[in-house]
């Protein structure tokens, strides 16, 4: 049932598989067991995309209320035993996946170990209820109520270069002049920057920006920031380092970014299975405490 529903869900075997870590041919092999067992058609295949037969369209519902009450079950005895169980899929930005979240999946386990953690790192914009997702950690201007938002902390946000950049091109006054720089930019389908929220006296101002090259990982920017190619928009845990140690320097000071929130996401439920639970609490806690240095910095000093 779980594989008929992802398959229904993403449309297709190949994007189903990878969803459940299984081989196309084996979500297959599932499909057709199913339909052999229940005696009818679930799906028409065509070259490109699975869709749902009217036997489908039905079983697919009954499924989801079947797989609601499976994980409605294994969460009410979780509370009862105080012992949280099953798969748990995770997405996260890259660099705070790598530097911070991943250090802390050990730990989780020696504390929860029957809960399995599938993490998924990438700077996109993961589609959490089409991509089944259980819990999420976000570093954005979220405005998105289609899930529950529990903020770990606000992240401060700043423009800065490497002072070989400045020295070469100049240092921007206002920020009008971002016009003639080149400006890093974190670009990804359905990315927004293509401009730059910053504070100014009469409120918040959208300035256009753009450079000569772009990525879609966060890391990148920085390697780029420091090689002294341009200006770049970055949340300060992550270049707290650098502008301690001046390679890295904050421009526009008074014209700074709009915060960001770093926030755990998990999609609205009647019942929370427990072992999102158990690891929202746990990431929120063990966030705060590592970036507690980074996140109290003043980077203007």
Request: aromatic content about 6%; overall charge neutral; glycine content about 6%.
């Amino acid at each position: 049932m779980r594989t008929f529903v992802r398959v229904v869900d993403m449309g297709n075997l190949s994007a189903a598989g990878r969803s459940l870590r299984m081989s196309p041919a084996v979500v297959s092999h599932r499909i057709q067991q199913l339909e052999q067992h229940l005696g009818v058609r679930l799906l028409n295949r065509t070259t490109r995309q699975l869709q749902p037969t009217e036997h489908g369209h039905i079983f697919y519902r009954d499924c989801l209320e079947v797989l609601d009450a499976v994980e409605r079950a294994e969460t009410n005895l979780a509370s009862a035993t105080g012992v949280p169980s099953g798969s748990l899929r995770v997405t996260a930005p890259l660099g705070f996946g790598r530097r911070v979240l991943g250090p802390m999946i050990p730990r989780f386990r020696e504390a929860y170990p029957l809960v399995d953690v599938r993490l998924r790192l990438s700077d996109h914009l993961i589609d959490l209820l089409h991509e089944a997702v259980d819990v999420a950690i976000r570093m954005a201007v979220l405005r998105d109520s289609a899930f529950v938002v529990r903020k770990i902390a606000d992240c401060p946000r700043v423009l800065c270069a490497a002072p070989t950049y400045l020295d070469a091109a100049g240092e921007p006054e206002r920020p009008e002049d971002l016009a003639g720089h080149n400006c890093l930019l974190l670009r990804f389908p359905g990315s927004q920057q293509y401009q730059w929220s910053l504070n100014t006296p009469d409120g918040p101002a959208k300035v256009a920006v753009s450079g000569s090259f772009d990525a879609d990982y966060g890391e990148v920017l920085t390697d780029w920031l420091l090689d002294g190619q341009g200006i770049a928009m970055k949340p300060v845990w992550e270049v707290a380092e650098h502008l301690r140690s001046g390679a890295l320097r904050v421009v526009l000071s008074d014209f700074p970014p709009e915060p960001a929130v770093l926030a755990v996401l998990y999609p609205h439920r009647t019942l929370l299975p427990a072992k999102a639970r158990a690891f929202a609490d746990f990431v929120v806690a063990e966030t705060r405490a590592a970036l507690a240095d980074v996140l109290d910095y003043d980077p203007r000093g």
